[in-house]
């Protein structure tokens, strides 16, 4: 008896604990949303006040009329997209490679892929935009996809689960007629849909925040992004007024909340799983 309520005591307070750190992770976020629904003088008020005192989605209206907000997200969607699909696609055959097909020096290949995790991407934006000059892309969106299309930490993701799926799939495949690229298709890809969703979700976001290379790549106010939309209402030298920077933000957000609400169940099962192998 004596047990059974000390395995209870330890039940709730684990989830006292685990209640507290989801709602302290999430205060920024309501923060965020309340400030974006305040009209300006509320935001300022001493001491801070989670509600105005009334409604106001002219923060939305500014954002959405006043700044080619549109056209950012549309940018951001369509760029964000493409990377994850490319990058899903690219990392796919590589990954299928390294865990089905063995060749000479594979491990080491492997791991020289691995190796370029450690190279900030930072470190590469000269060359690539070297690249990406002489081929005449700045302004445009090869410039904004290409480049992003590809990451070894996506290889090294489908690798893992890749080597989960019995090898004794693909010898059947192959003694039907089957060719590797028919494996992968009508085999790998749909056993792998979590880590392939996972890999498309982790593509997406990092696209969708990035701000430096879009800002190298880009002029052309039509081929800007939300982060630098999110930035240039930001602007130090004129008067920031917080629930429109707020109200893009929510905006900015709304996207990724939407996609991980669909996908979470394959996202959390896609990290599970390749993490069981190493």
Same mark, same amino acid.
């Given at each position: 008896? /004596?047990?059974?309520?000390? +395995? *209870? ?30 009209? +300006? $003088? ?13 409604? #106001? ?15 950012? *997200?549309?940018? #951001?969607? &369509? ?12 990392? #796919?055959?590589?990954?299928?490679? @390294? ?13 020289? @892929? ?7 991407? /930072? =470190? ?14 700045? %302004? ?18 489908? +690798?893992?689960? @890749? ?6 799939? %693909? %010898?059947?495949? /192959?003694?039907?007629?089957?060719? +590797?690229?028919?494996?992968? &298709? ?23 925040? #990035?701000? @430096?290379?879009?800002?190298? =790549?880009?002029? $052309? %106010?039509?081929?800007? =992004? =939300? ?5 240039? *209402? ?19 957000? *709304? ?13 959390? /099962? ?9």
């Amino acid at each position: 008896m /004596e047990e059974k309520r000390l +395995r *209870l005591v330890r039940v709730v307070l684990i989830q006292l604990f685990l209640l507290a750190f989801v709602l302290v992770l999430n205060v920024p976020f309501v923060w965020m949303v309340t400030t974006s629904l305040k009209i +300006r $003088k509320d935001v300022f008020i001493y001491p801070p006040q989670l509600f105005g005192s009334q409604l #106001s989605f002219k923060g939305y209206a500014y954002v959405w009329t006043f700044v080619p907000f549109a056209r950012y *997200l549309l940018n #951001s969607l &369509f760029i964000s997209t493409a990377v994850g699909v490319s990058r899903v696609i690219l990392a #796919s055959l590589a990954a299928y490679a @390294f865990a089905k097909i063995p060749f000479a020096g594979s491990r080491q290949v492997f791991y020289i @892929f691995l190796g370029t995790m450690m190279i900030p991407f /930072e =470190v590469i934006v000269i060359p690539n935009y070297i690249i990406v000059k002489a081929l005449g892309w700045l %302004d445009t969106y090869y410039a904004l996809i290409v480049p992003l299309s590809i990451r070894a930490f996506s290889i090294f993701l489908l +690798r893992q689960f @890749f080597l989960q799926i019995p090898r004794e799939l %693909d %010898d059947a495949a /192959e003694m039907d007629g089957a060719g +590797r690229l028919r494996c992968l &298709f009508t085999i790998m890809y749909p056993l792998a849909r979590p880590a392939l969703l996972t890999v498309c979700l982790y593509s997406f976001l990092e696209s969708w925040n #990035s701000f @430096f290379w879009p800002l190298v =790549v880009t002029n $052309k %106010d039509t081929m800007r =992004v =939300v982060q630098i939309g999110l930035s240039a *209402l930001a602007d130090p030298t004129i008067s920031i007024q917080w629930n429109e920077i707020c109200a893009a933000i929510a905006l900015a957000t *709304l996207p990724i909340v939407v996609m991980f609400f669909f996908v979470q169940k394959y996202f959390l /099962e896609g990290i599970t799983i390749t993490g069981m192998k190493a």
